[in-house]
């Protein structure tokens, strides 16, 4: 689990529950279902207005990216190609098709097929740009979803504050029934703009980390493939490469080597 993300929502949570609690209150007063109803019902509905089905499912189906901790390591791919361009230079490109099945990444695949299929550097890179437009283009749908649910969540609950008080002007008979009936019809507007500022916004914002780092890995990979295929020196791929890394992960790649 990412634990920067796991601690960012417990920390929001405990710290509004707690502000709560020291003020007097209790948990019963923002418990309201009819209120979690309209809002979360209407912006669902909102959303799926918006966007295809699909896309909302792949989208809360990315949240779980957003809480797991990431599994790749730059400083590992920039091994593994220059480990590619050191076989390549004894052996020629064709000797990586039999590395061909031990590779996960279905870019890099792909990169390395053409390559050893015989392709010029400058039609491979148009191919793979292509690929990588066409990943970009879709994957940034997926933090749209959440951007617009974030969107749309504080004005449906307002929305369902303004139903409740609508429900309450009813009962101006009873004004210890209007007191506590204003209370609840304001707890749609704290549902809304809750889930907006703790949820949703906070999930685009990191699915967008997420995806500048797999695109940030694909780049690597496309320049690393061009550079084998034009038959760079391994020690200058390596050289070439370490630009992609952060100064932390390099310093830590320096020390290992």
Do not use: C, W
């Not at 779980?64 to 790749?72: E, G, I, M, N, S």
């Not at 500022?197 to 990191?206: D, V, Y």
Request: without cysteine.
């Amino acid at each position: 689990m990412d634990k920067g993300t796991v601690g960012g929502v417990l920390l929001a949570i405990i710290g509004i529950v707690a502000g709560l609690l020291i003020e007097g209150g209790n948990l019963g007063q923002i418990v309201q279902p009819t209120a979690a109803l309209i809002v979360f019902g209407g912006t669902m509905g909102a959303v799926l207005l918006q966007f295809p089905l699909g896309t909302v499912v792949a989208a809360f189906r990315g949240m779980a990216h957003v809480f797991a901790a990431p599994r790749k390591h730059n400083d590992d791919l920039v091994r593994l190609l220059i480990s590619f361009a050191n076989k390549a230079r004894r052996n020629g490109v064709v000797s990586l098709d039999t590395d061909l099945q031990t590779i996960q990444d279905p870019f890099l695949k792909q990169a390395i097929m053409l390559a050893v299929d015989g392709t010029e550097p400058t039609e491979l890179r148009k191919i793979m740009r292509l690929s990588l437009d066409s990943i970009i283009d879709n994957q940034e749908r997926l933090p749209a979803v959440f951007e617009s649910a974030g969107g749309f969540s504080p004005t449906i609950g307002i929305l369902g504050a303004v139903l409740g008080l609508i429900q309450v002007m009813q009962h101006l008979d009873n004004i210890q029934e209007v007191g506590r009936g204003i209370a609840v019809a304001f707890v749609a507007t704290i549902y809304g703009v809750g889930i907006a500022n703790l949820f949703f916004l906070p999930f685009a914002g990191k699915m967008r980390l997420r995806m500048h780092d797999d695109q940030q890995r694909r780049e690597m990979m496309l320049e690393g493939v061009i550079s084998i295929l034009e038959g760079m020196n391994p020690r200058m791929l390596e050289v070439k490469l370490a630009g992609f890394l952060d100064q932390t992960t390099r310093e830590k790649s320096e020390r290992a080597a």
